[in-house]
């Protein structure tokens, strides 16, 4: 079982916040990364890390970034909120050529 | 742009039956591929991987692939109500280290 963890699990908040959705590693892991998933539809990768000072944009444009200063943690921004940034945002991790693993997930909801 | 395929469904199966999910993936040089389970509502979860070296059975579960056509298939056999969820078939780019491209999912509904 992965050590992932996710915070928070769900957020309902109004439009113009500045949101950080968490995401933390205890597996030393080298790679994270984030997706974002709508109710139904499929995953969408948005960011990715391949280590400390390393990120990278995913194959879906997002307004989010991310930062990775700790090998256990690497998390996501949002400066503004919108209503359209309602999503499931998931983050997983693997090790290098290793088998990736998921969090629970953040359900955001913008108002 | 490499691209991983696959039936969205929904694919209806009685208990008890054969449950057979495939995909088909475009870049012919892909080596590893997973198969992730999604309930509603919940993360993906890893349940089987496969490299290019061959099948692998795992209890109830096997996963096969076919290099010729570019396709992966996972088999769930004695298939029961619990494992009605969204299966979701993820190909690694290994020359990017590690990314995965996952295709849009195949919902399995079990019927008692």
């Known amino acids: 079982e992965a050590d992932i963890y996710q915070t928070p699990r769900y957020l309902v908040i109004g439009t113009g916040k500045k949101i950080t959705l968490e995401c933390s590693q205890t597996m030393g892991h080298d790679k994270m990364y984030w997706y974002q998933q709508d109710p139904g539809m499929e995953l969408h990768l948005i960011h990715y890390?391949?280590?400390?000072?390393?990120?990278e944009k995913g194959d879906l444009s997002s307004e989010s970034t991310v930062s990775r200063i700790r090998t256990e943690h690497f998390p996501l921004t949002l400066e503004s909120a919108r209503p359209s940034h309602t999503s499931q945002y998931l983050c997983?991790?693997?090790?290098?050529?290793?088998?990736?693993?998921f969090g629970d997930g953040t359900r955001l909801s913008i108002l | 742009q490499k691209e991983v395929e696959q039936n969205s469904g929904p694919l209806s199966v009685p208990e008890g039956a054969i449950a057979s999910l495939n995909c088909t993936y475009s870049d012919r040089g892909s080596q590893s591929f997973f198969w992730y389970r999604q309930y509603s509502g919940k993360s993906p979860e890893l349940i089987m991987f496969i490299y290019s070296n061959g099948d692998k059975e795992d209890g109830r579960f096997t996963a096969q692939l076919n290099k010729a056509s570019q396709y992966v298939s996972l088999l769930i056999r004695d298939s029961q109500p619990s494992d009605s969820a969204t299966y979701l078939c993820?190909?690694?780019?290994?020359?990017?280290?590690?990314?995965?491209?996952f295709g849009q999912g195949t919902e399995l509904s079990v019927k008692p």
């Open positions: 997983a991790s693997s090790e290098s050529g290793g088998l990736q693993h």
């Open positions: 993820a190909v690694r780019e290994d020359n990017q280290g590690g990314k995965l491209i």
């Open positions: 890390s391949y280590g400390v000072n390393s990120t």
